[in-house]
């Protein structure tokens, strides 16, 4: 099992910054892609991005790229989302979520084994 907990969560206005953390346990950190989704009022969950077990590769939403960075730590058991730039349809609940190093479709949400509870970001226009 490895558990999720999200934070830094919280409202902030349109074109300000959030840096989003979540903080693994339970088994080897860096055994795992680590990955962001979000999901909006009355909407599906969306990939946001993705990042490969040593940090080698990151993956983005093609409408994300340039203001949202994926980085992970793994001496520190946390992968960290810093998003720039926040526009208002930004605001969703992110969760952060964990996928074997076998995981190939890290954009695909069914490649998650684990799942953080998730922390609400709020951007007001």
């Known amino acids: 099992q490895v558990q999720l907990v999200e934070s830094g969560g919280g409202l902030v206005q349109a074109g300000g910054s959030l840096r989003l953390s979540c903080a693994a346990s339970?088994?080897?950190?860096?055994?795992?892609?680590m990955g962001w989704f979000r999901q909006a009022p009355g909407k599906e969950r969306e990939f946001v991005t993705a990042i490969t077990w040593s940090g080698g590769s990151t993956y983005y939403a093609d409408s994300l790229k340039g203001r949202f960075t994926i980085s992970r730590n793994n001496a520190k058991n946390t992968v960290y989302l810093q998003m720039n730039s926040l526009k208002s349809e930004d605001t969703a609940v992110y969760y952060c979520a964990a996928a074997g190093v076998g995981a190939r479709r890290l954009e695909k949400a069914a490649e998650y084994n684990y799942w953080g509870q998730g922390t609400q970001v709020t951007v007001s226009s």
């Open positions: 339970g088994r080897t950190f860096s055994n795992y892609n």
